[in-house]
């Protein structure tokens, strides 16, 4: 589950993370009262920076350490395209062990000279097996649209291209691509092509 960008637990204002704390009690009781393990997760971006990038980088620590188990086991942080790099994350992970994420597409748009290999490679090492496979999400650039507009339909060269780089890692890919469904069978059709496997 991904709660909205309004969820915020750096924030300088104690109210909003209040707020967003409650958001991610709602968040965990519904996967709860679903039954599902801890490898079902609640995915977050770190924050704002408020023109200090440590100090936030510091109280989302802080307030982490404050949340209840049942939203910590289900929580992780993905990087995003033009505040928080797979590194940034990489810093929080080593203070709080939270996993973290791979947003492929905002890499590509941050980050920190990492190879999406690399990158990848990094965020997987965050997961331990009760966490289930790394999470990924993938996306490319719509054509035409400002920087970071998510594509429409899936590109299939840049698609086959994330597949070469991504190699053995084992993880399960969320497409975040406009049109849903058909990029999702587009892209079932493409991995068996690449893997080899008959359609």
Excluded at 36 to 53: F, P, W
Aim: with cysteine; hydrophobic share 40%.
């Amino acid at each position: 589950m991904h709660p909205d960008q309004f969820v915020l637990i750096n924030a300088k204002d104690s109210q909003i993370v209040e707020k967003s704390i409650r958001e991610l009690e709602y968040h965990t009781e519904v996967l709860d009262l679903m039954g599902l393990d801890r490898t079902a997760k609640i995915q977050i971006h770190v924050g704002g920076i408020y023109n200090d990038k440590d100090a936030s980088v510091n109280r989302f620590i802080e307030s982490y350490h404050y949340l209840d188990k049942r939203i910590k086991k289900r929580l992780v942080i993905e990087n995003d395209d033009h505040l928080y790099s797979v590194n940034d994350c990489l810093r929080i992970h080593e203070k709080t062990a939270i996993p973290i994420l791979f947003d492929s597409f905002h890499h590509e748009i941050f980050n920190n000279g990492e190879s999406l290999s690399n990158a990848l490679e990094i965020c997987a090492l965050t997961w331990k097996k009760m966490d289930g496979p790394l999470m990924v999400d993938y996306s490319s650039q719509s054509l035409g649209a400002k920087k970071g507009a998510h594509t429409d339909h899936i590109n299939r060269n840049h698609f086959l291209s994330f597949l070469k780089k991504a190699g053995r890692i084992d993880f399960d890919l969320m497409l975040e691509i406009k049109d849903k469904e058909k990029s999702a069978e587009d892209a079932l059709k493409i991995f068996k092509l690449f893997s080899g496997t008959k359609i």
